[in-house]
């Protein structure tokens, strides 16, 4: 017997491919999602301003790129779930008097993210890079110290000749 009103079925959003996107995510990780879309660019450019962060890849270590990975995977689950609860007339249920368990979720998502970057840590790396600018400076200074030390580390631009035998 029904009731008139057609039951709208169990797990289903109103975003389409969602929970397939995150059952694929679940079982095979990223490198499911196919890289010419809007979702993988935007991951890709969030995983690459989190390594020039921590000073690029030569400067972390495997353990920060699990992190980095796991940081990436949640940030796409808090970005799906923020679309879907925007979707709701209201982060409540009125006739329950409490929070959509999704909002919850979310809450608990968002935490794990925050507790990921925290382990990543939350201040700018810079790389370690000698400009031409800086290496002249050295240059200088190292020439004003001794003059004969800056030749010595230099090759030789000319060519030396062989003996005639």
Known sequence: MTNGRRKKPRGTTTQ???WAAK???AK???HVIDGRSRVAKALDEFRDALIADLGGPDA???QQR???DLAVRTHLMVQSLDNYILTLGSLANRRKKALWPVVRERTALAD???RYMGQLGLQRVEKDVLN???LAEVEAVLAERD???LAAATPETTPKEEPNT
């Open 16 to 18: 389409p491919g969602y």
């Open 23 to 25: 059952h694929a995510l």
């Open 28 to 30: 095979f990780g990223s």
């Open 60 to 62: 972390i270590s495997q």
């Open 66 to 68: 699990v992190i980095i």
């Open 112 to 114: 794990s993210l925050a």
């Open 132 to 134: 031409a600018e800086r």
């Open 147 to 149: 003059p004969n030390l």
